[in-house]
C-alpha cells in the first residue's frame, strides 16, 4: 500500500511533498492488478508533470491506455522493459523505453546510471553516427507501450532460444536409450558438451553459460522440477504475431512447450528450469 510506504521513511521513501519536482516515481511489480492499483494510488498523490515509469513487465496495451489516462491529468507515464534478471544488480539493466522524448531525454541520468555500459563487448561496424545509448544497454524505443512491446518480443526469442537447448540437451542425453541399437548408443558427458560449447562454438551465449554452471553443480539437475512456468509475455508475443500475421513457428512452439511441461516432464524441461533460475532466481521445485 502506498500510503503505508509514504508513513515508513526508515525504508527509504520520501512523501512527495518532501521531494524535488516534479516527483518521479518507478514502480517494479508484477503485471496486472498490483502495478495498476500503485499506479493509481501514485497518480492521485501526485501533481501535473510529475513522471511515473513502470519498470515491470507490464501488457503494452495496458501501457498505452494508462500513457492516455494520466496524459490527461497532466501526469507523465513510462514504460521501460527491463532485462538482466537477478545479475542485473551486479552486471547492470538492459533497458528499452517507451514515452515522451523530453520526458525520456529528462529522464537519461537515471537510465544511464542503471544500465551496463559499453563494456568490453566490440562496437558495432557501421555505427559510427548513430546514437550511442543503445550500445550502452539502454534505448528510447519509441511513445507509450513501445518500451514493453520491445521486450515482450524479447522474452518471446528468449522462450525459443531456451527451448532449443532444452531440445538438443534431450537429444544427447537421450543418445544413450537401450531402445538404441547397441552400436549406436553414445554415454555423452553434458558437462563437458556444455563447457566446450561455450569455448567458440557458433552456440555460446549466455543461456549456455547458465546450463553449463547448473549441469557443473549436478548433471542430473536434481534440483530442478520439470514443470516450466511462464511470465506471460511469452504468449502475448504469439498473440501480436497472430495480429501482425507473422508467422512465428518457433516461438509458439516453445510457448506450446511450457505449457505440456505442466503434465509431464523430461531432462530437457530441467534444463529450462535451470536456466530461469540461472537468470532469474525462478524456483521449481521437483515433484514428489
Given at each position: 500500500d502506498v500510503h503505508n510506504l509514504l508513513a515508513?521513511?526508515?525504508?527509504?521513501?520520501?512523501?512527495?511533498?518532501?521531494?524535488?519536482?516534479?516527483?518521479?516515481?518507478?514502480v517494479m511489480l508484477p503485471a496486472g492488478g498490483p502495478t495498476e492499483q500503485t499506479i493509481a494510488e501514485l497518480a492521485d498523490l501526485g501533481t501535473r508533470g510529475d513522471i511515473i515509469i513502470d519498470g515491470g513487465n507490464t501488457f503494452y496495451k495496458d501501457d498505452v491506455r494508462r500513457a492516455k489516462t494520466l496524459k490527461a491529468r497532466g501526469i507523465h507515464y513510462v514504460d521501460v522493459g527491463t532485462s538482466g534478471g537477478v545479475w542485473g544488480l551486479e552486471r547492470g539493466y538492459c533497458m528499452m523505453i517507451g514515452g515522451e522524448t523530453e520526458i525520456v531525454t529528462h529522464l537519461d541520468p537515471i537510465f544511464s546510471v542503471l544500465a551496463p555500459g559499453m563494456g568490453e563487448i566490440p562496437r558495432t561496424t557501421g555505427r559510427k553516427d548513430r546514437d550511442d545509448r543503445a550500445e550502452r544497454g539502454y534505448i528510447h524505443a519509441g511513445p507509450a507501450g513501445s518500451g514493453h512491446f520491445?521486450?515482450?518480443?524479447?522474452?518471446?526469442?528468449?522462450?525459443?532460444?531456451m527451448q532449443a537447448y532444452a531440445e538438443g540437451f534431450d537429444?544427447?542425453?537421450?543418445?544413450?536409450?537401450?531402445?538404441?541399437?547397441?552400436?549406436?548408443?553414445?554415454?555423452?558427458?553434458?558437462?563437458?558438451?556444455?563447457?566446450?560449447?561455450?569455448?567458440g562454438s557458433v552456440v555460446t551465449s549466455w543461456l549456455l553459460d547458465l546450463t553449463a554452471n547448473a549441469l557443473a553443480r549436478d548433471e542430473k539437475l536434481g534440483a530442478?522440477?520439470?514443470?516450466?512456468?511462464?511470465?506471460?509475455?511469452?504468449?502475448?508475443?504469439v498473440e501480436a504475431a497472430m495480429e501482425e500475421k507473422v508467422?512465428?513457428?518457433?516461438?509458439?512452439?516453445?510457448?506450446?512447450?511450457?505449457?505440456?511441461?505442466?503434465?509431464?516432464?523430461?531432462?530437457?524441461?530441467?534444463?529450462l528450469s535451470a536456466m530461469r533460475f540461472g537468470f532469474g532466481g525462478h524456483v521449481e521445485t521437483p515433484k514428489k
Amino acid at each position: 500500500d502506498v500510503h503505508n510506504l509514504l508513513a515508513q521513511p526508515s525504508r527509504g521513501v520520501l512523501g512527495f511533498g518532501k521531494t524535488q519536482q516534479p516527483a518521479i516515481m518507478w514502480v517494479m511489480l508484477p503485471a496486472g492488478g498490483p502495478t495498476e492499483q500503485t499506479i493509481a494510488e501514485l497518480a492521485d498523490l501526485g501533481t501535473r508533470g510529475d513522471i511515473i515509469i513502470d519498470g515491470g513487465n507490464t501488457f503494452y496495451k495496458d501501457d498505452v491506455r494508462r500513457a492516455k489516462t494520466l496524459k490527461a491529468r497532466g501526469i507523465h507515464y513510462v514504460d521501460v522493459g527491463t532485462s538482466g534478471g537477478v545479475w542485473g544488480l551486479e552486471r547492470g539493466y538492459c533497458m528499452m523505453i517507451g514515452g515522451e522524448t523530453e520526458i525520456v531525454t529528462h529522464l537519461d541520468p537515471i537510465f544511464s546510471v542503471l544500465a551496463p555500459g559499453m563494456g568490453e563487448i566490440p562496437r558495432t561496424t557501421g555505427r559510427k553516427d548513430r546514437d550511442d545509448r543503445a550500445e550502452r544497454g539502454y534505448i528510447h524505443a519509441g511513445p507509450a507501450g513501445s518500451g514493453h512491446f520491445v521486450k515482450m518480443v524479447h522474452n518471446g526469442i528468449e522462450y525459443g532460444l531456451m527451448q532449443a537447448y532444452a531440445e538438443g540437451f534431450d537429444i544427447l542425453k537421450g543418445r544413450n536409450s537401450p531402445n538404441l541399437p547397441e552400436g549406436e548408443r553414445f554415454d555423452l558427458d553434458l558437462v563437458d558438451i556444455s563447457e566446450v560449447w561455450r569455448r567458440g562454438s557458433v552456440v555460446t551465449s549466455w543461456l549456455l553459460d547458465l546450463t553449463a554452471n547448473a549441469l557443473a553443480r549436478d548433471e542430473k539437475l536434481g534440483a530442478f522440477g520439470t514443470h516450466v512456468s511462464d511470465s506471460g509475455e511469452g504468449q502475448w508475443t504469439v498473440e501480436a504475431a497472430m495480429e501482425e500475421k507473422v508467422p512465428a513457428h518457433v516461438l509458439t512452439a516453445s510457448l506450446y512447450a511450457r505449457y505440456r511441461s505442466r503434465v509431464e516432464g523430461t531432462f530437457g524441461e530441467k534444463i529450462l528450469s535451470a536456466m530461469r533460475f540461472g537468470f532469474g532466481g525462478h524456483v521449481e521445485t521437483p515433484k514428489k
